[in-house]
Nanobody
Framework: QVQLVESGGGLVQPGGSLRLSCAASGFRFDYYAIGWFRQAPGKEREGVSC?????????YADSDVKGRFTISRDNAKNTVYLQMNSLKPEDTAVYYC?????????????????WGQGTQVTVSS
């Protein structure tokens, strides 16, 4: 069965860094784009970043995220990473990885069919 398992979350001080990992299994990993989303308490889930497989093209939600976060994938390890630098308190959320319906990136949750259980990221002093 399709599984996505996130790891790497935790508590970090403002300005710190974390690297999230999303380990996938149960499907042809190189057929699909993989995205990262986050959901803060009381807010809707929002797209953060995505990376396709065929050409490695990437998507970032906005210029602020693009300047601080870097998404990458290792098809040999069936894993997608999200390197997050210069973290801010407003980055605090549960971070989820998800599989797209195809190999095209999107910021919409409707374009994703399988989701991980999430990993908590807390940015606080």
């Amino acid at each position: 069965q399709v599984q996505l398992v996130e790891s790497g979350g935790g508590l970090v001080q403002p300005g710190g860094s974390l690297r999230l990992s999303c380990a996938a299994s149960g499907f042809r990993f190189d057929y699909y784009a993989i995205g990262w989303f986050r959901q803060a308490p009381g807010k809707e889930r929002e797209g953060v970043s995505c990376v396709s497989s065929s050409d490695g093209s990437t998507y970032y939600a906005d210029s602020d995220v693009k300047g601080r976060f870097t998404i990458s994938r290792d098809n040999a390890k069936n894993t997608v990473y999200l390197q997050m630098n210069s973290l801010k308190p407003e980055d605090t959320a549960v971070y989820y990885c998800a599989r797209t319906l195809n190999d095209f990136c999107s910021g919409s949750t409707y374009e994703y069919d399988y989701w991980g259980q999430g990993t908590q990221v807390t940015v606080s002093s």
